[in-house]
């Protein structure tokens, strides 16, 4: 059941119903903790689903509230690829905050191995800290290709450009 209405959720926002799919992955989240527990790795998944709309609709604290419980989770189990996902989404959040440090930071936690491309779209999730190039203006983002880079400055220049005038 838990399942189903994460899917219907990730079907909803990709027809632009951002209400609704708030409303499943909420649904989603209350089904999975009711039978698998908070802690489950199942459950962090839809923290992270909703954090990502939250995210999205730019209601950062409610995102932020479920990015800390989707960490606390994957600290301790799931995928090492899901947690660098996850700690580069509070990095999104961060930067979208003006806490540019506290992005670069939280990022750099997974280091040496597993640090994820800060293009949200890129499958590469979990990556050498040596290997990835930063943003040379802010140094809040790191990238695993220049095309990753390129196409997530469309997004990042809000942000990054807040210290480039700051400068």
């Not at 997530?152 to 480039?164: F, M």
């Amino acid at each position: 059941m838990g399942v189903a209405l994460q899917n219907g959720a990730l079907q909803l926002e990709s027809q632009g119903d951002l209400a609704g799919a708030e409303q499943a992955c909420l649904q989603a989240i209350q089904v999975k903790e009711a039978g698998l527990g908070a802690n489950a790795v199942s459950t962090a998944l839809s923290y992270n689903s909703l954090d990502e709309l939250l995210l999205t609709m730019e209601r950062l604290d409610q995102a932020e509230h479920y990015l800390m419980k989707a960490l606390e989770v994957r600290s301790q189990a799931g995928p090492a690829a899901d947690l660098a996902v996850t700690r580069d989404n509070l990095g999104r959040l961060y930067e979208m905050k003006g806490a540019l440090n506290a992005a670069r930071e939280i990022r750099e936690q997974g280091a040496p191995d597993n640090v994820s491309c800060s293009n949200f779209n890129c499958s590469r999730t979990s990556n050498r800290l040596s290997d990835l190039s930063r943003c040379s203006v802010c140094k809040a983002t790191l990238y695993c290709l220049r095309t990753c880079q390129s196409v997530d400055w469309k997004r990042h220049k809000k942000y990054c450009s807040r210290v480039a005038a700051a400068a």
